[in-house]
């Protein structure tokens, strides 16, 4: 039988429950304290971040529109501006959050544990960032033309269907979408720490596949606005991300069998 050197040893000292959840508590304080500290920063600078996601909308209008976002409640626009520094502070900080998560768990892993749990760690935020990126640089320059398209003037219809989107509507949206596309876009971690669980394997998602395709355009027509185009830009990708996980589940547990 193998002896694991002291190195291999978990660092953590042996604690008491209410140990644990005191240094849970610390840490979780660390996290929050980090948004707080994000959502002010953010608050001050939330025009230039308000006008950043309102960009691929004035695009999609075009430089000669007089197209607008209208709030029709008197303290809409204010608590509009606070949830939009609520989103960005936590979208900035989200490696604050996940790096207290990893201060807390890492004490009581083996070093191999470590290093193997690392990698997931580090790919989750930058899969959530390349999730929003995909939204704010694809999905949104492609979807709003066709949402926009079905304005009209007084010549074609009766009375002109001119776009009146309120601020709050649009940003929700928005946000959804983000933090929608940062979600999925999870599927090779989540995968991958199922695989190195010996829960799944590569054979077993080879499989499934079929049954995934399904289960992605689904979620898709769930996630995105009601266009296929929007649904046909989330599935690619998370299908190319299926295709990734199968990949990074067979080289983590290459002889791995399932029926």
């Known amino acids: 039988m193998t002896t694991k050197s002291v190195e291999d040893m978990p660092h953590d000292v042996p604690k008491t429950l209410l140990a644990h959840l005191i240094e849970l508590r610390r840490r979780l304080l660390w996290a929050f304290l980090a948004m707080g500290a994000g959502m002010g920063l953010c608050f001050v600078f939330v025009e230039p971040i308000y006008g950043f996601l309102v960009a691929p909308l004035a695009q ?36 604050i959050l996940l790096t207290q ?4 768990v890492a004490p009581g892993l ?13 790919a989750t935020p930058v899969l959530f960032f390349a999730g929003g990126a995909m939204v704010y640089y694809v999905v949104m320059p492609a979807a709003w033309p066709f949402f926009l398209s079905f304005q009209s003037t007084g010549a074609e219809t009766s009375l002109p269907i001119q ?88 080289k983590l547990h290459p002889d791995a069998r399932t029926a």
Not at 65 to 93: C, N, Q, W
């Open 110 to 122: 083996y070093k191999a544990e470590r290093r193997a749990f690392l990698p997931f760690l580090v």
């Open 163 to 250: 776009l009146e989107a309120r601020v709050s509507e649009y940003l929700d949206l928005v946000m959804t979408l983000i933090f929608a596309f940062g979600l999925c876009f999870q599927m090779p971690v989540l995968l991958g720490l199922l695989g190195r669980a010996g829960l799944v394997s590569a054979d077993g998602l080879r499989k499934k596949r079929k049954y995934a395709v399904v289960v992605v355009f689904v979620l898709a027509a769930f996630l995105t606005p009601p266009d296929v185009i929007s649904q046909i830009l989330l599935a690619i990708p998370l299908l190319g991300l299926y295709e990734v996980s199968i990949l990074l589940v067979q």
């Open 60 to 95: 999609a209008m075009g430089p000669e529109s007089s197209g607008r976002l209208i709030y029709t409640g008197l303290t809409e626009a204010f608590f509009t501006y606070m949830k939009v520094a609520f989103f960005a502070g936590v979208f900035a900080t989200m490696p």
């Open 101 to 104: 998560i990893w201060l807390y």
